[in-house]
T-cell receptor
Framework: DVKVTQSSRYLVKRTGEKVFLECVQD?????MFWYRQDPGLGLRLIYFSYDVKMKEKGDIPEGYSVSREKKERFSLILESASTNQTSMYLC?????????????FGPGTRLTVL | DAKTTQPPSMDCAEGRAANLPCNHS???????VYWYRQIHSQGPQYIIHGLKNNETNEMASLIITEDRKSSTLILPHATLRDTAVYYCIVRVALGYGGSQGNLIFGKGTKLSVKP
């Protein structure tokens, strides 16, 4: 059974803290993505990575950075958390092999910044 | 990527077919139609995709009009577990360089299956 896992389902942090969100996939996928989901705004892409050590900005990268040191792991970093980063964070992966290129999503991390 | 329009919400009786429409009038010839759904408190789940032919899998059927300007996702026998937000997404075929599989999610259709 293919899997994308995220390190936490729920996280509470304080303003100014450095926050790490971890995502691991076991499908040998080249591509990995970080989205955030907010009511009324849908899913918005923060960053994605198409290879180890490679990254590209998505639509809303400000306030975030990412790290991909190994193929299976993609980390999202909030250097100094702010209350407007309270959101649901979703990690996804896919491969350009195969036909559908479907994205597989993790269960999400609900982050609250106080 | 082409923009899509979906109704914000729909109801369906359990056991009946759920037909979810999507308009994508500005779709280009090389753009696919993808459907995902998101059950409450879970990540989105891929359902089906197509280019111009109708498609069917174990979850659903996808009907694309001949002019490709609209499509319908059909859940043939909806169950309570099909209650979710359904997203219709149109995007180009994937390849190396540029966007590497990014999906642009709109607001979707909230489908409520009722007993």
């Amino acid at each position: 059974d293919v899997k994308v896992t995220q390190s936490s389902r729920y996280l509470v942090k304080r303003t100014g803290e450095k926050v790490f969100l971890e995502c691991v996939q076991d499908m040998d996928h080249e591509n990995m993505f970080w989205y955030r989901q907010d009511p009324g705004l849908g899913l918005r892409l923060i960053y994605f990575s198409y290879d180890v050590k490679m990254k590209e900005k998505g639509d809303i990268p400000e306030g975030y950075s990412v790290s991909r040191e190994k193929k299976e792991r993609f980390s999202l970093i909030l250097e100094s958390a702010s209350t407007n980063q309270t959101s649901m964070y979703l990690c996804a992966s896919n491969s350009l092999r195969g036909v559908s290129h479907e994205q597989f999503f993790g269960p999400g991390t609900r982050l609250t910044v106080l | 990527d082409a923009k899509t329009t979906q109704p914000p919400s729909m109801d369906c009786a359990e056991g009946r077919a759920a037909n979810l429409p999507c308009n994508h009038s500005t779709i280009s010839g090389n753009e696919y139609v993808y459907w995902y759904r998101q059950i409450h408190s879970q990540g989105p789940q891929y359902i089906i995709h197509g280019l111009k032919n109708n498609e069917t899998n174990e979850m659903a059927s996808l009907i694309i009009t001949e002019d490709r300007k609209s499509s319908t996702l059909i859940l043939p026998h909806a169950t309570l577990r099909d209650t979710a937000v359904y997203y219709c997404i149109v995007r180009v075929a994937l390849g190396y360089g540029g966007s590497q599989g990014n999906l642009i999610f709109g607001k979707g259709t909230k489908l409520s299956v009722k007993p």
